[in-house]
């Protein structure tokens, strides 16, 4: 079955960068965008960005361009989402989803940045 | 950037019918937004209801239906169950622009 699972959660530094992981399956990967949207704790869901299925085009919210980066690996069937310069605002649980049009979700990454 | 509202909650009895709505500051919701409506759980996951204004997907139940009503999008669940009980997320996209997430409905089946 179609499945996006994403790596473990993350405890950082401020200051410093995540890399969170999401590999597919159960689909032909390079067919799909994928997408990355973020969530802050007892707040609502933020888009981040998109990279489509030729994994050479992005495109990022306007808020995280300069921060994050999203690429692709197709020998493995998984996309990353880079985040950079963290800060304690970017504590969240961050999600892949595919799309378009967006249809399966990732479970999600806990990612927490404290001192 | 454009901001989209939702209700911040609602109520519904059980077996009733609700109407959520996701507007933009920018002006009419129209097909062009291709609006999108996703429904969250505590501690789970986004799961998609509703793509380009009004199309399901397999898994979702028949009591939910979208549409653009009065220049908003919009989510009707008719016949409401005490597990719809979630927070609604709308996203609208913007030609040129990124997608932006409404903030959210909270409701209560009650």
């Known amino acids: 079955q179609v499945q996006l699972v994403q790596s473990g959660a993350e405890v950082k530094k401020p200051g410093a960068s995540v890399k969170v992981s999401c590999k597919a399956s159960g689909y032909t990967f390079t067919r799909y965008y994928m997408h990355w949207v973020r969530q802050a704790p007892g707040q609502g869901l933020e888009w981040m960005g998109i990279?489509?299925?030729?994994?050479?085009?992005?495109s990022y919210a306007q808020k995280f361009q300069g921060r994050v980066t999203m690429t692709r690996d197709t020998s493995t069937n998984t996309v990353y989402m880079e985040l950079s310069s963290l800060r304690s605002e970017d504590t969240a649980v961050y999600y892949c989803?595919?799309?378009?049009?967006?249809?399966?979700w990732g479970q999600g990454t806990m990612v927490t940045v404290s001192s | 950037q454009a901001v989209v509202t939702q209700e911040p909650s609602l109520t519904v009895s059980p077996g009733g019918t609700v109407t959520l709505t996701c507007g933009s500051s920018t002006g009419a919701v129209t097909s062009g937004h291709y609006p999108y409506w996703f429904q969250q759980k505590p501690g789970q996951a986004p799961r998609t209801l509703i793509y380009d204004t009004s199309n399901k997907h397999s898994w979702t139940p028949a009591r939910f239906s979208g549409s653009l009503l009065g220049g908003k999008g919009a989510l009707t669940l008719s016949g409401a169950q005490p597990e719809d009980e979630a927070e609604y997320y709308c996203l609208l996209s913007y030609s040129g622009a990124r997608p932006v997430f409404g903030g959210g409905t909270k409701l209560t089946v009650l």
């Open positions: 989803a595919r799309g378009n049009p967006v249809d399966i």
């Open positions: 990279i489509k299925s030729s994994g050479d085009s992005t």
